[in-house]
Nanobody, 117 residues
Framework: QVQLVESGGGLVQAGGSLRLSCAAS????????MGWYRQAPGRQRDMVAT???????NYVDSVKGRFTISTSIAKNTVYLQMNSLKPEDTAVYYC???????????WGQGTQVTVSS
């Protein structure tokens, strides 16, 4: 059972920056991939960025060049640096992890990001 704890959400003006953190209860070496997803009111949960064990990253087109996903192996933490934020980035952001051997999927509790215009 992997526990994911997110932090770093909040209210920011358009053009501002936030950094989200997701701390995993197990070593990142036991995890196959981690990612960030978001869900706006009345919409489905969509992928924002993912990072696999081999370092491959993937971003939704709308955040390319603005968001960066990274990890700290020592802290078992994945980050999402969000720059040049737009009101349409407003959503609850969820951390996701898929374990290496069992391929189980886990979700964090979510953190609210609100971007005002």
């Amino acid at each position: 059972q992997v526990q994911l704890v997110e932090s770093g959400g909040g209210l920011v003006q358009a053009g501002g920056s936030l950094r989200l953190s997701c701390a995993a209860s197990e070593s990142i070496f036991a995890i196959d991939a981690m990612g960030w997803y978001r869900q706006a009111p009345g919409r489905q949960r969509d992928m924002v960025a993912t990072l696999t064990r081999d370092g491959t990253t993937n971003y939704v087109d709308s955040v390319k060049g603005r968001f960066t996903i990274s990890t700290s192996i020592a802290k078992n933490t994945v980050y999402l640096q969000m720059n040049s934020l737009k009101p349409e980035d407003t959503a609850v952001y969820y951390c996701n992890a898929i374990t290496r051997y069992t391929k189980n999927e886990y979700w964090g509790q979510g953190t609210q990001v609100t971007v005002s215009s």
